[in-house]
């Protein structure tokens, strides 16, 4: 395992879970 | 598998996902995937944004203005007419003739756009024959999207194609725009023929609630209004009389909208109270059917059963009602509408003008106006687009939202010859799909056709963002390998199969994956790694990367 593996990986970790914690729908019921 | 194969999979799997759940919509994904692709490393950042300079999506962009070009100056609507009048009342009839129309007009124009069209056409037809306006609608929206099949730029993922048809680094030779028109014309013609076949098997027998639109709710709204009515004059009414002889809005409760005077061959949108009415005249009028009937009977006209001369006129995507309220610096506070002739200076007709709880529908025109007292209002779209789009302050802010647009139907022939120079570029001197679509849509805003606004606006971003973002991740599936890998294991599971078979296969898989993912998403995918799939097993890529973009429509 390669730095530059571990790195790929975490960022597409990182916009995956961005995507889900403000998935649509979750953000209305907050305003 | 080498590790960029595993970055390419975990990608995959997180944009199968997205698409599945649509967490964020389904273009954001494809920025998504312009910036983290080459973030990862897993393309250049060069190809990371060559799917916006693609040939499909300065295409699409092209074609979409062309469309709108087309929509703008009534070119269609002309189409709708005399189809329409072809159909006449037969229900197998109207579904061939509509659908067909539809099928071939998507084939040139964005499906929506196309449907659209005979929309009204459509629900007219159904209420006049009685039967579910789904009934016409279904094999309409269905032929819609097959009809996307017969050019190379009917459907955006075909358009995608050409960009898609890359093998280990080589571009194949690329479809042209009618390579694929009689397998578009085939299907076209077996979906038609099974719905005339089986419709009265599988289409609704019931109707449902559409949407009405904005005047439908207005006159619910204001329920002593009534409904739309057209009214003959016969020829053997002597006493022609002017309207303010005639006095109708007090004594019925009735309003004129419409007069075709039969003398002089024209048509008024807004009748004027010196106007006169004379044998043979026809009118539209706003009212309860009992009053309209007690005033037919007292003059002796007769009541249509449905609108015939104002039937396209007065259709819904033509004219309709807006709720209007007067503004606070208007020039019309303080006065009457007689007083400063509002129909001559607005060229709409008042129907009702509530002041606090109560609602006028007689003697409107001598009300004093204050500000913030509604006037409903009717006349034909156009005027009211004009009416709004004029120069602060407006005398009349509209609360309820506008249909229609206006239409520039001078400028038909010049939008025709910009699509036949397109389409003749295109043809006979083999110009680039794109250089050719732009260069029409260019000329049409040129020529006026449409501004270079309008045509900004009319511009879908959501399809160009999904389209260019989804393309380097089709690059990134080629580049790494993964294609090939997946395409291999899938081989040797299945056990190398003959092409035809092959194809098959190929049709159904996609058919599964387009049942969960979007159309486009389902192409960037799955044409990379079929096409590898069927060179492995010795059949035709190109053939491969076509059964996958017609299956999944």
Not at chain 2, 28 to 41: E, S, T
Not at chain 2, 353 to 380: A, C, E, H, V, W
Not at chain 2, 495 to 503: E, M, Q, R, S, Y
Request: proline share 4%; with cysteine; aromatic share 8%.
């Amino acid at each position: 395992m390669n730095a530059h593996f571990i790195y790929s990986l975490a960022l597409i970790l990182l916009t995956f879970s961005l995507c889900f914690w403000f998935r649509k729908g979750k953000g209305d019921r907050e305003e | 598998m080498t590790s960029e194969m595993l970055l390419t999979m975990t990608v995959l799997a997180f944009v199968i996902v997205l698409f599945i759940f649509e967490w964020v919509r389904v273009d954001v994904v494809g920025i998504i995937m312009m910036v983290l692709l080459p973030l990862i490393g897993l393309i250049s950042p060069k190809e990371a944004f060559v799917g916006l300079s693609s040939n499909a999506v300065v295409s699409i962009i092209a074609v979409i203005i062309i469309g709108a070009g087309l929509d703008k100056t009534g070119v269609m609507n002309q189409v709708a007419g005399p189809i329409i009048r072809l159909a006449g009342r037969s229900e197998k009839r109207v579904i061939t003739l509509i659908s067909g129309t539809v099928g071939l007009i998507s084939s040139m124009m964005q499906n929506i756009g196309a449907a659209a069209l005979f929309l009204p056409a459509a629900q007219r037809i159904a209420k006049r024959m009685e039967i579910p306006v789904s009934r016409i609608l279904m094999p309409m929206g269905f032929c819609a999207i097959i009809g996307g099949t017969i050019t190379l730029v009917g459907a955006s993922p075909t358009i995608l194609l050409n960009d898609l048809m890359v093998l280990g680094g080589e571009k194949l030779e690329p479809f042209g725009l009618f390579t694929q028109t009689p397998i578009g014309i085939c299907l076209l013609a077996s979906a038609i023929l099974y719905f005339t076949l089986f419709g009265k098997l599988i289409l609704p027998s019931a109707g449902g609630d559409a949407d009405k639109g904005v005047t439908a709710s207005l006159m619910e709204e204001y329920r002593a209004l009534g409904t739309l009515f057209e009214l003959h004059v016969p020829d053997d009414f002597k006493d022609s009389k002017t309207l303010e002889e005639l006095n109708i809005r007090t004594k019925f409760l009735v309003t004129i909208v419409a007069i075709s005077f039969s003398a002089k061959r024209e048509k008024s949108f807004v009748p004027r109270s010196h106007n006169k009415i004379s044998a043979g005249d026809d009118l539209a009028v706003v009212g309860r059917e009992e009053n309209i009937r007690r005033l037919a009977n007292e003059y002796g006209w007769q009541v249509k059963a449905s609108p015939e001369v104002f039937a396209d006129d007065l259709s819904r995507t033509n004219a309709g009602m807006a709720e209007t309220i007067v503004s606070p610096r208007s020039e019309l506070v303080g006065k009457s509408m007689s007083e400063i002739h509002f129909k001559d200076l607005y060229g709409v007709n008042p129907v009702a003008l509530s002041k606090g709880r109560k609602i006028f529908y007689s003697g409107l025109t001598n009300i004093r106006l204050q500000m913030g007292d509604t006037l409903l209002l009717q006349g034909p779209w156009e005027r009211f687009h004009i009416l709004k789009n004029r120069p602060q302050p407006r005398s009349l802010t509209f609360a309820t939202p506008l249909e229609g647009e206006i239409m520039r139907p001078h400028k038909a022939k010049l939008a025709v010859a910009w699509l036949g120079i397109a389409l003749l570029q295109i043809i006979f001197f083999k110009v680039q799909l794109s250089v050719a679509l732009m260069s029409g849509a260019l000329g049409m805003i040129i020529t006026g056709v449409l501004s270079i606004d309008e045509a900004y606006r009319s511009v879908d971003w959501m399809t160009v963002f999904l389209l260019a973002g989804l393309i380097p991740l089709g690059i990134a599936f080629e580049k790494s390998g993964t294609a090939a890998f997946i395409a291999h294991n899938v081989l040797e599971l299945i056990g190398h199969p003959t092409p035809i078979v092959l194809l098959a296969v190929v049709g159904i898989m996609t058919s599964f994956f387009t049942l969960v993912i979007s159309n486009v998403g389902a192409t960037v995918l799955l044409v990379p790694l079929c096409m590898n799939m069927t060179v492995m097993a010795g059949g035709d890529p190109r053939m491969a990367a076509l059964v996958v973009t017609g299956v999944r429509l």
